[in-house]
């Protein structure tokens, strides 16, 4: 068992992450305007009206369909791979920074350094791996599988405002619904490195958002970062028809439960982790918890235990740990949520030698409280969606680090790379 001491938030990190509304958004809440220099897409100077649109189906879940194109004209910019899919996967290489793209039937993979992205073009799911060692002959391993990208939003009659008005009607919309899926990958640089950003765009079947999620890694790091964005195309807006309000509730950049078929990999058994739940259920973000995994109580997001700011999952019985958390709070609460019930647990055998079970929840998700009405969206993002005018949201920057060499070692590198990001300084002295 860890002690609660041995996982502290150590002073480096209570700068970035327990006091993290002081320094990051001394100007506001978090749904308010950012100077954060780290996000060029932001279409934050958009107003936040919500748009009247008709209502969508049900959506449930059957066999993908094959892909169809994006509509954007190939070889646009430097570096760009677009893959119109179909039931001939194209076997297309790209690499750029110490990162490589590169498609092996209908699966793409995003790899560099000792973290990869396996995203898988027939089923609208993805998983993240690791090595076992930092060496290009180094065998890889599991640590998120089973991972799909989801968006729920609500659909209000015309002429009510909030998002428990009478006639509001839930939705969900999913990557691993049918439809049909396509990838594109570039070159980038930001603040925290240079590498390549692969998007993986869904086309619904049913009427819904088109969801584009989008991975980014760098050279020569061993974390990612990622991104959901959910739109509506001005074409398929039909005003006089049954017109609606529509309000994004929930944006989840990486989902892998028992409804995606997926899990979180981590050490031989999570009856021996630990999390650390950094911020709980939004209106407790001044609360730290260290708990056994599957012992969280989240009221909001149940079931599991939700962190606002960052979670640390660590195993002292391995050593094996994981950090996740948001680099952004700018329209939505960022959220992690982590739980394990035991009758229900998956597992994996792979390259780390030992059989694992599986964590039945892990989530990154962009909260909106009382919804969001999709923005018009930028030029960059526009071209991600495949249309001329749409009206979506993007999420917050999802960020993880599968295997840190410790805990605590993680939890200060998220610190830093927070700061790095915003073009603040941390504050290591602190009294």
Not at 96 to 102: E, M, T, W
Not at 129 to 148: M, N, Q, Y
Request: charge should be negative; proline fraction near 7%.
């Amino acid at each position: 068992m860890i002690a609660a001491d041995s996982f502290r938030i150590p002073p480096v990190v209570r700068l970035a992450l327990a006091g993290l509304a002081g320094l990051v958004l001394a100007c506001g809440g978090t749904a308010g305007p950012s100077e954060d220099p780290g996000d060029a897409r932001d279409p934050g100077a958009v107003g936040d009206v919500p748009e009247d649109v008709p209502a969508g189906d049900e959506f449930l879940r059957d066999v993908p369909e094959d892909a169809d194109d994006w509509g954007v004209e190939d070889g646009a910019g430097s570096d760009v791979l677009q893959d119109p899919g179909g039931d001939v996967w194209e076997s297309v290489t790209l690499e750029h920074g110490g990162v490589l793209v590169r498609s092996d039937g209908p699966r793409v993979f995003l790899e560099g350094g000792g973290v990869r992205v396996v995203a898988d073009r027939a089923t609208g799911r993805f998983r993240v791996e690791r090595r076992l060692r930092l060496a290009e002959d180094a065998a890889w391993f599991v640590v998120v599988d089973g991972a799909e990208s989801r968006a729920q939003f609500l659909e209000c009659p015309a002429g009510t405002w909030g998002w428990d008005a009478p006639g509001c009607v839930a939705h969900q919309a999913a990557t691993g619904m049918p439809g049909t899926w396509t990838a594109r990958a570039e070159a980038f640089a930001d603040a925290l490195g240079e590498g390549l950003a692969l998007a993986m765009r869904h086309q619904p079947k049913a009427e819904g958002p088109i969801l584009v999620t989008t991975f980014h890694l760098r050279g020569d790091t061993t974390f990612l970062t990622a991104d959901l964005l959910a739109a509506w195309p001005d074409e398929l807006i039909d005003e006089d028809a049954n017109p609606v309000r529509r309000r994004l509730v929930d944006l989840s950049v990486a989902a892998a439960d028992v409804e995606s078929g997926g899990a979180l990999y981590l050490g031989p058994d999570p009856a021996t982790h630990r999390l650390l739940d950094n911020g709980h259920d939004v209106y407790f973000d001044y609360e730290s918890l260290v708990e056994p995994v599957g012992a969280g109580s989240s009221i909001l997001f149940s079931p599991g235990a939700a962190a606002n700011w960052v979670a640390a999952v660590a195993d002292p019985a391995s050593g094996a740990s994981l950090v996740a958390g948001f680099l952004s709070n700018r329209r939505g609460v960022g959220i992690v949520v982590v739980d394990w019930v035991a009758s229900a647990s998956p597992t994996v055998e792979d390259a780390w030698g030992t059989p694992r079970r599986g964590m039945t929840r892990f989530e990154g998700r962009s909260h909106y409280l009382e919804g969001r009405g999709p923005l018009g969206l930028n030029g960059e993002d526009l071209a991600a969606v495949g249309a001329v005018a749409a009206r979506g949201l993007r999420s917050e920057l999802f960020y993880l680090d599968p295997l840190p060499p410790s805990g605590q070692e993680g939890l200060e590198a998220f610190a830093r790379r927070y700061a790095s990001r915003i073009g603040k300084r941390v504050w290591r002295d602190v009294p």
